[in-house]
């Protein structure tokens, strides 16, 4: 029986996979061929979605992007046999901009069955679980740690560090949070890879309850995520039903329980100890630190709060080891990182490269450059309170202590790319009232100061005391840096400075004033 892969993938559905899928079930129905539907996750060249790819003695073929009223001439062109047609693309991995990415958390994702626990076994999967219950608790947490594993949230801390801290904690109850609150503009990772690749966020949680001597975990999901939450739903229930997760796992005497707990939909919950709020049935208040979650977190209890891909990236690392992973990267950013290309861009998806290539390269080598035709006049890095890079930074290497050194943030590797028609001050001025929407007001410089922010820019661009206002504009900012009580108000300021000292002259600044 032929096999076709068309994703189920988020992207993929909103650009008509299903009724391709259906329209590919029916047409094949009509004329007697034998064909079976797999719905895999998405390869992330999401320019060519919704993608269809066929098995055949040569590999898989892929077509794309393939519409519904497509089918038929497809079939009638030969695509189960994988012969040529307008829409055919070959072999996606031999691709150019597939080929040249180092896919190792994404490694299955656009391959396999995301739900089916067969697949995942027979392309790796469990394999980092296995070694990892042969070794002691401490040995585990040093191959995270030797990996040089960063936190890909955003905060770029070392994931063996937060590891170590929870496994030296006294506590006879510890906990596993995942944070799914994936809210940043312009990022996606975290939604692919629990779509795409289910199995691999829960083996990474399994690894790090067993590091730590965690029972029980919880992944806090978007609440605008639906299609994850039953992909990781089904794959739950796939490893309870397989002994991978549970009481006794594969008869090595452990227990690790998982959850999948919706969230409230608000931006700040995304910060870790408003997340933990969250998740004990509170209002999502940003909590103060010290005492940090890793020592008393969840119910006041030791917990480990990891991003879904650094979570994602363990398997891999207990599979292979700390040193296999930590050969990719440049500097104290090592490994991957998937990045996402989102905005006015030629070529949006997710293309996962280890640390070191330059903006520059990523925009234009895979991205295609913007899909107005016009220069890219500015892109913002790392979600809504990123800096607006100007194409003066785009030769910047993608390193966390690189775009620290230049006063913006890598973050979750999300980058929304603007073209020449963007004006900056629009921007800057939409970073603050993000900030007065989002802000839990638990702080007086997140709450008050965003609000006041708004009303000082309004000044300066409707040209009432530029001078003194610009200047009260930066004094704000470094208010609100310097005395937020988490990045929320802490991070507003990246935006907003960035576009008042890179693009002065849309806020009617001669550059030399700026």
Not at 305 to 317: E, H, K, Q, R, T
Request: proline residues 5%.
């Amino acid at each position: 029986m032929t096999r076709l892969f068309i994703s189920r993938d988020s992207t993929a559905l909103s650009l008509g996979a299903e009724q391709v899928a259906y329209a590919f079930t029916q047409h094949t129905a009509d004329r007697g061929q034998s064909v079976e539907i797999v719905r895999n996750g998405s390869r992330g060249l999401f320019w060519l979605e919704p993608l269809v790819e066929v098995e055949t003695p040569q590999g898989r073929v892929a077509y794309g992007p393939v519409q519904e009223e497509d089918v038929a001439a497809l079939l009638d062109a030969g695509l189960l046999e994988g012969k040529p047609h307008p829409l055919y693309l070959g072999n996606i991995e031999e691709q150019p901009y597939f080929k040249n990415q180092n896919r190792l958390t994404f490694a299955r994702v656009g391959i396999t069955d995301p739900v089916s626990l067969g697949d995942y076994l027979a392309n790796d999967g469990y394999k980092g679980l296995k070694n990892a219950l042969a070794l002691q608790p401490a040995e585990i947490v040093k191959h995270v740690t030797d990996s040089g594993l960063r936190g890909r949230g955003g905060a770029a801390f070392p994931t063996g560090i937060k590891w170590n801290t929870v496994l030296n904690a006294p506590g006879e109850q510890k906990y596993i949070v995942c944070n799914a609150d994936e809210g940043d503009s312009g990022t996606f990772s975290d939604r692919m890879i629990m779509e795409g690749d289910p199995f691999v966020l829960i083996e990474g949680m399994t690894i790090a309850g067993i590091a730590v001597g965690a029972t029980q975990g919880y992944i806090y999901l978007r609440v605008e995520y639906p299609h994850a939450k039953i992909a990781l739903n089904q794959a739950i229930e796939a490893a309870y039903k397989n002994g991978y997760l549970g009481e006794n796992i594969q008869g090595s005497g452990k227990t690790f329980h998982l959850e999948v707990r919706s969230g409230a939909g608000a931006y700040v919950c995304g910060e870790e100890t408003s997340l933990l709020e969250s998740l004990e049935g509170k209002r999502g208040l940003v909590r103060f630190k010290p005492p940090l979650p890793a020592i008393v977190g969840l119910f006041g209890k030791p917990t480990i709060v990891n991003n879904v891909i650094s979570l994602a990236s363990v398997p891999i690392i207990l599979d292979k080891g700390g040193e296999f992973y930590k050969n990719y990267g440049m500097g104290r950013s090592r490994g991957t990182l998937p990045l996402q290309l989102a905005g006015n861009i030629k070529h949006p998806g997710l293309f996962e490269a280890a640390f070191g290539m330059t903006l520059r390269e990523l925009l234009y080598d895979y991205g295609g450059g913007s899909a107005s035709g016009r220069p890219i006049r500015a892109v913002q890095v790392g979600g809504p309170l990123g800096a607006y890079m100007p194409e003066s930074q785009f030769d910047t290497p993608l390193d966390y202590e690189a775009f620290a050194a230049i006063g913006a943030v890598l973050g979750h590797g999300g980058l929304v790319v603007h073209d020449d028609t963007t004006n900056l001050a629009d921007m800057a001025r939409y970073a603050m009232e993000f900030c007065v929407e989002e802000s839990c007001g638990k702080c007086t410089p997140c709450r008050i100061g965003s609000t006041r922010g708004v009303e000082i820019i309004d000044r300066i661009v409707a040209d009432v005391d530029k001078a003194k206002n610009t200047e009260l504009l930066r004094d704000l900012c470094d208010t609100m840096l310097c005395g937020s009580l988490c990045a929320m108000g802490g991070m507003t300021p990246y935006p907003v400075l960035s576009a008042l000292n890179h693009f002065p002259e849309d806020f009617g600044l001669h550059p030399t004033k700026a």
